[in-house]
């Protein structure tokens, strides 16, 4: 079985018509969950894309924020049922830097039944990463990186699969001449681009500490970046915007764009 990358998500904080941005890479051997989106919609979501919670043994969280943490909760609530259940077995490894496992662990603390909270201790492992941290998932390897955001400390990777392809995910940050050394001539970049430049007026991504497709498009073509799947998009218009995306960064970026929908599966 050769690997996916499984889009859950692919909307921004506030899109209506996507979960919030998500997706997981799958082998027959291996599984790893990235970010969460931001409610119990997580449960939907990955059953919509085939993938059982009861298989999720590894999840990074990219940052703090609420539309990418907030289903890590909903998920280790899930787990702590099923373990008492026997529907669960080992543990969920939670990778994400001091600020995402602080939040986390607060957060379930006050929000779950104490025998819950209790509970964790089994079957949740929290794992803190730090910028220039390795570490490998099975035959995966890692190196955790800041992403350089303005607004909020968020940590990409850059993951080298076992046949060499390098992927990079930027969590919703977009490339940007700070972060854009960690993306240098990678086969995939994951990154965030919030609208179309031409759409920039509707939308207002500067505002919001996002950019657009043709910010991308201009940077991945100067940093050799082979393809870029951009997510944490607006969702107006989910029939149209693959094409439109397309059609802007094609003036700047000679390699190939995807703009996923919900559920959709790419072939690695
Ligand atoms: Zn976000």
């Known amino acids: 079985m050769e690997t996916e990358l499984i889009m859950i998500g692919t909307g ?44 999720i043994h590894h999840l990074f969280i990219t940052h703090v924020h609420a539309d990418h943490v907030l289903g890590a909760i909903w998920l280790i609530r899930g787990v702590v049922n099923m373990v008492k259940d026997s529907l669960y077995s080992g543990k969920l490894n939670i990778y994400g830097n001091k600020s995402v496992i ?32 390795i570490f490998q998932i099975q035959n995966v390897s890692f190196r955790c990186f800041d992403v350089c955001s303005v607004n909020v400390e968020q940590t990409g990777f850059r993951m080298t699969l076992e046949g060499g ?29 919030f609208c179309r430049y031409a759409d920039k007026e509707i939308y207002q991504p500067y505002e919001k500490y996002h950019s657009t497709v043709r910010d991308v498009a201009v940077l ?49």
């Open 12 to 55: 921004s904080a506030f899109s209506r018509h996507s979960y919030n941005s998500c997706f997981a890479i799958k082998s027959e051997s291996f599984l790893l969950l990235v970010d969460a989106g931001g409610g119990n919609g997580i449960f939907a979501a990955l059953q919509k894309s085939g993938i059982a919670v009861a298989d």
């Open 102 to 133: 602080n939040a986390i662990c607060r957060i379930c603390q006050m929000t779950f039944l104490n025998a819950d909270y209790d509970k964790m201790a089994d079957c949740i492992k929290f794992v803190e990463v730090c910028n220039d941290d």
């Open 165 to 193: 392809t390098e992927i990079v995910c930027l969590g919703d940050e977009s490339l940007t001449l700070r972060n854009s050394c960690n993306a240098v001539n990678c086969d995939i970049l994951i990154c965030g681009a």
């Open 220 to 268: 991945a073509e100067m940093f050799n970046i082979r393809n870029l799947v951009l997510v944490h998009c607006e969702d107006d218009d989910l029939t149209h915007r693959q094409e439109l995306y397309q059609d802007e960064a094609a003036d700047y970026y000679s390699g190939m764009v995807i703009v996923p929908t919900d559920g959709e599966r790419l072939r690695l």
